[in-house]
C-alpha cells in the first residue's frame, strides 16, 4: 500500500511539484512549470513583469493561479494517482504579498469546478500586481520603520533582520501609504505562501512563522505579530493579517473545488505552506541544528540551522523560524543566477563550455577578481548594479568565468563566518548544483566537503512534501527526512587543501575591496 504525499514550490520562474510514497521512501513524480515559456500572456520575464523604475518588481498573482490549474491538471494527465495523496502542501518565494477584497472568501466557497480558478478569482484583488522579494523599493519605508523602532539593531533582535527593502513589513507600509483607499478596500493580506495555502483550504488561512519571519513583523520569540512594528507599519493591520500559524498545523480537508477538477480524495489533508527557504532546509534534510547549505538558484542562500536564537545576529543575516520549529539563519545574494547567466551569455557559452572554461583556469585565477554586482545586491547592500574588475580584462573569456564562481563563494562565505556560521560540510542545491566545476570552487573557498542529494535538486517541493509527512506519519524528523535526502556519497565533492590556503588569502583580499568599493 503506497502512501502518497504532494509537495509544490511556487518559485520566482516556475511552479514544481513533486509527490513522494512515504512507504517505499522513493519519489515518484516530479514536474515543473516555467511562467515566462509556458504563460507567455503575462508578460513576465524570468517570473516578473518589465517595470520602468528598476527597483520595482512585481508579479501577477493570477499568474500563480493559473499555473497552478495547468500543472495539477497535467499531474491528471500523467496518470498520478491524486486520489491516493493523504496530504499536500508546499512553499514558496518569499516576501511576495497578495491584496484581496473581502469577496475572496465568498468565490473561494462558492467557486465551478468546471471553470479554472485563475478565471474566478479576476475581481478579488486590490492590488492587481504583487510585489515579489526582488522588489527593492520602499527604502524610505524601511528608514521609515528603523526609526519608529529604535534603529537596526533594535528591529533586528525583535523581528530576526533588520528593515528590509524585499520584506513585506516595508512593501505594506508603501501600499498603505501611498494608495490608501485601495489599502483600506483591502481585507486580507497573504504572502504567496499563504495565498496557495488558502486556494486549496478554500478560505484565507493566515501566514505560518517561517514565512511571517520574513516580513519584520512578527516577534520571532514569540511567534506573533509585534504590536509595535505593526502600527508603525500601516493602521488595522492586525485586522487583514490572521494570528502566524504553526507550519505543521494541520489545516482541515482539501476545498471540493480540487478533488471535483483534479481528482484528490475529499480526506486530503491540507498544511500551511512555508517559505522556500525553509522548505529547503527541511529538503536538504538539515533537520539538526549545525548543518548548512547552499541553494544556487535565481538567489543564492545559504542557511543553518540553530537550536536557539544565534549568539550574534548579524546586521546582514536573516534569522527565521524553521519548519521544526528551531531558529534558521539565511543570507541572500540576490545576483545569483543572474551573474553567472551574465557572463555565460556575453560569451555566448553553453553551460558545457562555462564548466570547460572554469577547469581550465586555476584557482586564485592568477590573481584576477571580480565582485560581481551585475544588478542591485541583497548581501551586501549595493544599490545599484556595477561590476568591479580587478587584474581582470573584460574580453577575458576563462578569467570571467572563473571569477565570477570565485567572487560569489567567497562572499558567501566571508558573510557566512561573519553571521556564525561555520560550515563542516555543505549540503548544496538549486539548478547550478548539478554543475561539478562550481561545487569544487566551493568546496575550495569554503575548505570543507560538498554533497548534493541523490534525489532532486528542487528541495523546496521536496521539503514541502517531507512536511505533509511529519505532520501525518508518527515518526521523527530525521527518520522522516532520511529516506529521502540521501547524498550522492560517490560524487561528494572535496576541497584541495592547496587551492584552500590560496583562497584563505584571496578572501581577505576580497572583503577588504568590498569594504572598499562599499563606501
Ligand atoms: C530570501 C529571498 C529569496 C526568495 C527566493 O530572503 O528573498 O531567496 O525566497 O525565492
Redesign the pocket.
Known amino acids: 500500500m503506497s502512501r502518497y504525499y504532494l509537495g509544490l514550490d511556487s518559485?520566482?520562474q516556475s511552479l514544481s511539484a513533486i509527490v513522494i510514497d512515504a512507504e517505499s521512501g522513493q519519489l515518484v513524480y516530479e514536474k515543473s512549470l516555467n511562467y515566462s515559456s509556458e504563460l507567455p500572456d503575462y508578460g513576465v520575464t524570468d517570473g516578473f513583469l518589465p517595470n520602468a523604475t528598476p527597483s520595482v518588481v512585481h508579479a501577477p498573482p493570477l499568474m500563480w493561479v493559473e499555473a497552478l490549474d495547468q500543472l495539477l491538471t497535467q499531474m491528471k494527465a500523467d496518470h498520478v494517482p491524486m486520489n491516493e495523496i493523504v496530504a499536500v502542501t508546499g512553499s514558496a518565494?518569499?516576501?511576495g504579498s497578495v491584496y484581496v477584497t473581502a469577496g475572496f472568501d465568498e468565490l473561494l466557497k462558492n467557486c465551478n469546478p468546471q471553470t479554472p480558478l485563475h478565471k474566478q478569482l479576476q475581481t478579488c484583488f486590490t492590488r492587481n500586481t504583487s510585489p515579489i522579494?526582488m522588489d527593492s523599493s520602499t527604502t524610505e519605508q524601511c528608514a521609515a520603520m528603523a526609526k519608529a523602532l529604535g534603529g537596526d539593531t533594535k528591529v533586528n533582535q525583535i523581528t530576526g533582520s533588520i528593515a528590509v527593502e524585499?520584506f513585506s513589513g516595508a512593501q505594506i507600509k508603501k501600499f498603505a501609504d501611498t494608495q490608501p483607499d485601495a489599502y483600506d478596500n483591502t481585507s486580507a493580506i497573504m504572502l504567496v505562501s499563504s495565498f496557495m495555502a488558502s486556494l486549496f483550504s478554500g478560505r484565507h488561512v493566515g501566514i505560518d512563522f517561517t514565512d511571517a519571519s520574513?516580513m519584520n513583523l512578527l516577534d520571532i520569540r514569540n511567534k506573533q505579530w509585534h504590536a509595535g512594528a505593526l502600527s508603525c507599519c500601516a493602521d488595522h493591520l492586525q485586522a487583514k493579517l490572521k494570528p502566524a500559524l504553526n507550519p505543521q498545523k494541520l489545516l482541515g480537508t482539501i476545498a471540493p473545488f480540487f478533488s471535483q477538477r483534479y481528482g484528490f480524495n475529499s480526506a486530503c489533508q491540507v498544511l500551511p505552506w512555508c517559505?522556500?527557504?525553509p522548505s529547503s532546509l527541511i529538503g536538504l534534510g538539515l533537520v539538526e541544528p549545525g548543518m548548512t547549505a547552499i541553494s544556487l538558484?535565481?538567489?543564492d542562500?545559504l542557511f543553518g540551522l540553530f537550536e536557539d536564537l544565534p549568539k550574534s545576529m548579524s546586521l546582514w543575516a536573516?534569522t527565521f523560524i524553521a519548519p521544526t520549529l528551531d531558529y534558521m539563519s539565511?543570507l541572500?545574494f540576490k545576483n545569483g543566477a543572474l551573474a553567472r547567466e551574465s557572463i555565460r551569455q556575453q560569451f555566448q557559452l553553453t553551460w558545457e563550455q562555462f564548466s570547460a572554461r572554469l577547469d581550465a583556469t586555476v584557482p586564485g585565477n592568477k590573481g584576477a577578481m571580480m565582485l560581481p554586482w551585475f544588478d542591485s545586491e541583497?548581501v551586501p547592500k549595493v544599490e545599484k548594479g556595477r561590476v568591479h574588475r580587478f587584474s581582470l580584462p573584460s574580453t577575458e573569456i576563462a578569467a570571467n568565468c572563473r571569477a565570477v564562481i570565485e567572487a560569489q563563494m567567497m562572499a558567501m562565505s566571508n558573510h557566512a563566518t561573519a553571521a556564525g556560521l561555520e560550515p563542516s560540510s555543505i549540503r548544496a542545491t538549486g539548478g547550478a548544483s548539478q554543475n561539478t566545476a562550481i561545487l569544487q570552487i566551493m568546496a575550495n573557498v569554503f575548505g570543507c566537503p560538498v554533497d548534493v542529494l541523490q534525489t532532486t535538486s528542487n528541495s523546496a517541493a521536496l521539503g514541502a512534501a517531507l512536511r505533509a509527512v511529519f505532520a501525518i506519519e508518527n515518526k521523527s524528523w530525521i527518520e522522516t527526512v532520511q529516506p529521502f535526502t540521501k547524498v550522492q556519497q560517490a560524487s561528494r565533492v572535496l576541497p584541495d587543501m592547496d587551492a584552500v590556503k590560496i583562497y584563505q588569502a584571496m578572501k581577505k583580499l576580497y572583503a577588504e575591496r568590498e569594504a572598499s568599493c562599499l563606501l
Open positions: 518559485s520566482t518565494q518569499q516576501h522579494w524585499r520574513g517559505g522556500d527557504n538558484g535565481t538567489s542562500t536573516h539565511l541572500c541583497i
